[in-house]
């Protein structure tokens, strides 16, 4: 599970580096649901929320008002990759079915289910990026999970 | 990891479900890099090459031109991931680490990286799905791990 948390951040970061060259007002276009900053920033935030959670930690509320440029999110992700590489790294199969109930949302979940919605819901939104840098006549990093030596071969 | 293709066959089906009421010109309509017919076949193709890779299974070779309608690649859907299931109930830790290579494409992989690709792939087209819904007034499929009861409570 760890490695789609390496291989997320990776992306992530290629992402940041694809989009310095954008002005940042193509960043800041609304898009229909959304814009390409607020996506970078939402991946990061329901992110570190989940893990917080995880943790039984109390939710940070940020609002994006706060960071509305690419330095901005870059640095906060960083700041949270941080924190959550050195829990990740204390993760054990003992976790996988512990339950979980945060404070932003009713239900149950077990860690393990949490860990895989939080995998999930970046790769699902950097889908929606990809779309939205050809529209820009960006060429899309790659989803590949492949060929990024996360697997030692 | 199974979790996650379960996860990624529950909302395959959504979607199959949701584009039911769309017409056929509508799915095949050319929107930038490809259509929606075609990301959904492309979905299944890409899943099924990949798990008979896994298995040293030569791949076969399926032309879109041949499953043109919603019907045939939800039946090309359903009868891959039957088969898919069968061979992952076999799935142990061990095989992680081991190495393949498949005919299509350079490089040695782990099967283990494989199968995260594969999740990964199938998560990332679903997110283009959810905008091109949007642009034909449809509310798309949650992308939501959490919440379907995928992890018995």
Redesign the interface.
Known sequence: ?I??FQ?NWFTRNEWFELFKQVPEEELLRNR??SCILYILFHICDVEYSWIRGIQGRPDIQIQFENYKTLEQVKELSDSWIKETEVFLNTWSDDCENE?VSVSWTE????K???L??V???E?????????WA?EIGLQPIS?????RG????
């Open positions: 599970m490695k789609l291989y229909g649901p339950i239900g149950r979940y077990t393990g289910e949490i895989r919605h995998i999930a819901h790769i699902h939104h950097k889908g929606q990026l990809a779309l050809r989803a590949n999970v492949i060929g996360l697997f030692g071969i």
